[in-house]
Structures are given as C-alpha cells and as structure tokens.
C-alpha cells in the first residue's frame, strides 16, 4: 500500500540548534516529494519541492531513494520555524502524512 | 490575497442536517481539491476534481457530495453530517497535476456536528 510516514508527532528544539523532520515513504515509483507547512493562523503552503533542488528559508530536504526518505533539515533552527510540517509526496494526487509539529524554543 | 476564499469559516451545525461548505478560486486553476485536517490523521483527500464536471474520491469521501460546474467552484455537501465529521476542512487548487505544481490553499472551514 501507498504511505507516507512522519514518526514525530511533535518536535521541540532549542533556537541555533540543528532539527530534522524525518518522512519516510512507500510507494511504487519515484513519486516527486514536497514539504508543505503551516504556521500559526496561516494558509497551508508549499516549502519546497524535491524537483528544484532548493533551499527556502535555511530548509533543504534530502531525498534517499534507497531509505525512501525525505526528511527535512535545517542547520540553525529559528523561532519563526515554529509550525506545523507536512511531507507530501505526489504520485497522481498528494497525500499528505499526519504532520509534525516544530516548536522552537528561545 | 483573494485567490481561493472559503465560507463559512466556521459552522456549528447538527448531526442529521446537510451543510455545504463553498470554495472559490480566480486563478481559473484546473484541478480543485477538498481535504480534511485531524488530529493525529494530518490532512486527508475527500474528493478531487480535474476540470468543471470531472470528480472523483479521495481517501475518505463517504458522507461527502461534491459538483463542480463552473471551474472556479467546488462545493462540498454532507448530506447528513455525523458527528465523526467534526473537522477542519481545506480546499485547494493546482493548475494541472505535475510534478513542479504546487496546490494553493483555502484557510479553512472549521464544522463543528453536535
């Protein structure tokens, strides 16, 4: 069956340090991988996308096609990181995994 | 930022009653798409929708009628609502179905079944 799985629920840090949003998946195929968030009484919107190699906001995800991960790392966490993430990987339609939620503490 | 609005925002309703919660979008954007926000379940797909008369379900779509006759809405109904139903909903759009596409979302409905 087709999943995607965040293990972490909730995630708590302190500011400057290293975080990472694990997403693991299964699915047949190479689906395209994105990472959406939310942030407090804000829109859900994209973060980033695996098929652009970018980098937003200090973010980058690395995809392991051998692990069928896509986790989400940042080297120097900001309090403004605070949200509610989402992996996403698109094979024909979305599916989002259950969220972690980042809180950054000062 | 008006591109795809929701209403209500909030709905406090009764189980057995029908409710539709409206999404609207100017972007002319092709597919349109209704989710539900849980905890613990993070956000599922109820139904999708490629092009104005073109639907199909999601992940969890039992309870839920949608139409889309025009491109820029996408209704979506609960014939009967039940509890279980009690929810965050979110519509989004997305251009077409590629990968470098993103999807667009609504702020949210928050329904509420006593």
């Known amino acids: 069956a087709q999943r995607v799985t965040q293990p972490e629920k909730l995630l708590s840090v302190f500011k400057g340090a290293p975080v990472e949003l694990k997403c693991n998946y299964s699915?047949?195929?190479?689906?395209?991988l994105f990472w959406y968030v939310q942030y407090s009484r804000q829109r859900l919107q994209l973060l980033l996308r695996h098929i652009s190699r970018e980098s937003i906001k200090g973010f980058t995800a690395d995809l392991n096609k051998g692990e069928t991960s896509f986790h989400l790392k940042k080297p120097f966490a900001q309090e403004e990181d605070s949200a509610m993430y989402y992996c996403a990987p698109l094979c024909r339609k979305l599916v989002f995994g259950q969220g972690t939620r980042l809180t950054i503490n000062p | 930022d008006a591109g795809i609005t929701q209403s209500p925002r909030y709905k406090i309703t009764e189980t057995g009653r029908q409710v539709t919660l409206m999404c609207h979008q100017t972007?002319?954007?092709?597919?349109m798409f209704w989710y539900r926000q849980d905890l613990g379940h993070g956000l599922r797909l109820i139904y999708y929708s490629a092009a104005a008369d073109i639907t199909d379900k999601g992940e969890v779509p039992d309870g839920y009628v949608v139409s889309r006759s025009k491109t820029e809405n996408f209704p979506l109904t609960l014939e009967s609502a039940t509890r279980s139903q009690t929810s965050v909903y979110f519509c989004a759009s997305g251009p077409r179905e590629s990968s470098y596409n993103e999807q667009f979302f609504g702020p949210g409905t928050r329904l509420t079944v006593l």
């Open positions: 699915y047949s195929g190479s689906p395209e």
């Open positions: 972007w002319s954007h092709s597919y």
